[in-house]
C-alpha cells in the first residue's frame, strides 16, 4: 500500500491527518480512504478525503521528509499559522 502514519491532535488525541513518505499517494482519494477504512476511520474522515477536503503540507518538522495529508482545519506538525493582518485605523 503507502508507508504512512496516523497524525493525532495533540489535545483530543483524534486522527486529524496523515503522514505519507510518498507525496504522490495524497493524490489518491481511494487509496487515503482505504488508509482510514483500515484504521475505522472512514465514517469521519472518509467523506472528507473523498470530497478532496484536506490539504497537503510538505514535512519541514524532520528528516523523514514525505508529507502531512491533514483533514478540515487541523495543522500539521510544524505548521504556523499567519498572523492575522492588523486592521488599519482610520483617524
Known sequence: MAEYSLVEDRQSGKVCGL????????????LLCALLAKHNLSQD???????????????????????FVMFGSAQAPGEKTEPKPRKRRWF
Open 45 to 67: 474522515l472518509g467523506a472528507i478525503a473523498l470530497a478532496g477536503g484536506y490539504r497537503v503540507v510538505p514535512n519541514t518538522v524532520d528528516n523523514k521528509g514525505g508529507c
Open 19 to 30: 503522514w505519507l513518505r510518498n507525496p504522490r499517494v495524497a493524490q489518491d482519494r481511494v
